[in-house]
């Protein structure tokens, strides 16, 4: 009887404990395929944040892949460079192996370990899987959970999440050889090579976890009566499929976004193709990178949020893919059925193609292949072969073309390259309805990030609907040594050594770079010279001298000057002992020009000839130093030809803009314009340089001038003082004065505050403000002209800013003093100036209308009393909604934001209107 009972107390216990394990493998039967993906989900949206190990690196597939179900995400950036993985660290992601939500645990409120509390990360995590069976400790009490885990370890913990657990224990005897033994059948080390009492390294932890997650898990143990069990492993059922919802399928990618294969398209940029079926993926995954090859992809069906069902990973299939990158100069031969091309060794080698090939040029399938190879002068062919190394399964071709950026029109979407290169390369546009990408170091872009010099190298689909550009900011700098030309199927390439290395001039370079030529010059993405800096091989410039500064010791040896160059940068340079320069005043004592000292840094300085705010053409030696300086604006006062220099003077003055023509001299597309702010003269970061898209139709202060050989024309505009205040202008009732403190200038500055618009506001005051004509009657001019200082409370001005921000330009709209003073009422309109005669008025484009005079009655709208010498009495209505309106309480002498209807008959106002039945801003006088 004795013996039945162990028997069936076994029986139980076993029976306990199976429930258990089952619970541990099982816990998320019952989960739907969207609370399965949020863990997926939102550590693909971190992907991005945490940095991965290069492919290179030993077991990087399997770390990224676990990275990608969300198991790495709450470990630090950088992970997987660790040495040693601890066993709390562990024990974090076998939890998160089995999404348990272990927040409340432990359940009964204390440690079961001494070493361990709420303090540790990882506390939650190992309470729970103590508390479901899967941890017991080291029987010490202790769990010790910054010592390193060991494989045996780390394999009692992965088969227990198996569901494992029963039997490893009573088939194989248990803790460590039962469950070794276990891992061992099930692929848990495939790929590795440990010792089970090794500890491990990130990167071989992750390998291991990785293999737990595919492998299968533990079905059921039946027991016999005799004690023994029959073990059945499922053949279907994982981690991922049963607790992450995720299925395993391989197939070849057909296409993306930006380029296909076949006739399928698709509509977002986060979609592929794949064997005919459109997925979703991860924004993190550079799909267009595995285009032609056959990948392992890991994807959940029905993910809400998402239309198409989503990849949580993909990888190709690394021993099935191979690509080769062949250059087009490279290139000997291309046809419908194979390429020939030379390797690196100059041996031909052959590639060939078949019905089943897919092809795509730039980005679209291509049907009718030919030889092409003559067509493309810059780009490359990939090629992506599978079970055999000479026969390929997709081809891409990519005829590419190089461009230095210029500008950007917003209006049609189109680049605008330099030198002329836009109407000779195809047309580069990122309007919305086509299929473009533009990267810069791998990182997506947008055009209006793009900065001039920028090297771009792009392809476009014949039908311009497919674009993807790849841009490059990098420049070599120093003096091309030697040239020569090189011969290829593809036509004559030019190679030029420049700082001891050799670059391939692109075939798309219209500068003609030859020996001797010094500059900067700018490398395309894929390392080719497309483009130099300079105007002329003596390094011939232009620019506008922001600062002349004489040199630092007594002898005027040097000086110094600030320039802003046609780049729109900013460079400071010291002179040479002589100058070259056109200053050609006469020596005193002479009565001659002595070239020789006119050459001289302390005769330059002297002769005052160059001042600040100039345009000028300079040059610079090999040290770095100034050893050319020409006034431009002397250039045809001084040389019989006005290109002797390479400069001629067309306009000077003021004129209007517009329909392309300043003065008398044409604006071109290519016209370069140093835009310098007058009220930030001394303020070089404010200096800018703009094209003629940036010229707005207007007056403007100018001098234009033409650079020959090739180099478009200049126009220098100094911005005049605001002047203009139209309706657009802020109006400020003036409360106080104060001074404030400028970082900037390191100096107390004025500042008035005041209420513009319903709010109080501080604007500091430029020390250069200066006040306009007011818009009143002439006879009363000579009352509203007041000081910015004289200005006091219950005054309104309207006003504009410099560049700055500072205020730079007022006009008093109400004198409070002179109104309150029985100064009399004026109202200007169209209607009224007839009446009064024009000469009463100062006529202005503004539009603006004010009225001043006294409320005779309160509704929706009120009525003021006018007297009008030339009229008697008027009454005019005006609305009290939607104006900002502010109340002067004189015997408080405060200033507050008014309710409409807190006027009341008799009050005194104050109207500024932008037209004469909108009223704007509104001043109540009480």
Known sequence: MSNIKRVISMLLAAAMILSM?????????????????????????????????????????AYKFDYSMGLFEMLEDGYWQNEKVTRAEFATIVAKMLKANTAGYPRYGSSPYVDIDASNFAYSSVCYLTEIGILSGDGNSEFRPNDPILVNEASKMIMCALGYQDACEITNGGFPNGYTTFALRQGIYNGLSLSYTDSMTAMQMAKMVRNAMEAYLMETVVYRADGTADVRVSDSKTLLTETYKIKNETGYVEGTYFSYLTGSEVDLENEVIIDGT?????????????????????????????????????????????????????????????????????????????????????????????DVSTVIKEGHVKVVTHESSTKASAVMIQEQFDGLFDRYNKSTYQVIFQNSMTVTLPELKFDTSYHTRLTLDGKTITPEELLKNDAITYCVSKDGQYIRGYVSRNVVSGTISTTRTEQYTAGEYKVVTLAGNEYIVSAYCVKDITSGFTSDFQITYDGRLLGTNTSTSNNGNYGYLIKFAAGDDVFESNFRVKILDKTGKINEYVSASKVNTNVMEKDDNSGRTDEAQQRSASFIINSGAFADAQLVVYEINSEGKLKTLY?????????????????????????????????????????????????????????????KQDLADGSYTADIYDLNRGVANVMVIQDKEPTTLDQTADTLVVDKFATAWDEEKQEKVLEVNGWSKGEYISLKVDDDVSQVDPITPTETMANDKKDIKDLVRGDVIQYNLGSNGYLYTYRVLFNYTYRTSGGGYFESSTSQRDRLGVNNYKITNDKLMTVFGEVRKVFDYFMVESANVADGRFYRAYPTTDVNLY????????????????????????????????????????
């Open 278 to 370: 459109c997925y979703q993926f991860s924004d993190n995954y550079d799909m267009e990178s595995l285009l032609g090859y056959e990948v392992n992809y890991y994807y959940m069906e029905d993910v809400s949020g998402y239309r198409r069902d989503y990849i949580a990973y993909c990888e190709p299939r690394k021993d099935k893919n191979k690509e080769y990158d062949i250059m087009a100069k490279d290139i000997v031969s291309l046809t419908a059925d194979k390429i020939v091309y030379t390797d690196s060794n100059d041996k031909e080698k052959t590639l060939t193609f078949d019905g089943s090939t897919l092809i795509s040029y730039n980005g679209k399938p291509y049907y009718e292949l030919s």
């Open 887 to 926: 109340i002067y309480d004189t015997s408080k002498d405060e200033i507050t934001i008014g309710e409409p209807f807190d006027i009341e008959p008799g009050n005194q106002v104050f109207i500024r209107t932008k037209y004469i039945d909108q009223a704007i801003d509104m001043l109540v006088i009480q």
């Open 21 to 61: 394990s089952t619970f541990v493998a099982f816990a998320e039967d019952s989960t739907t395929n969207e609370e399965a993906a949020d863990a997926v989900l939102s550590s693909a949206a971190g992907t991005e944040l945490a940095s991965m190990p290069n492919d290179d690196v030993q077991y990087a597939d």
């Open 631 to 691: 006034k431009a604006v002397d250039f045809t006062e001084n040389y019989d030809a006005d290109d002797d220099l390479g400069f001629g003077k067309y306009f000077s003055g003021e004129g209007r803009y517009s329909r392309s023509l300043i003065g008398n001299c044409a604006i071109e597309d290519s016209t370069i314009i140093f835009d310098v702010p007058f009220v930030d003269r001394d303020r070089d970061e404010d200096y800018t340089v703009l094209t």
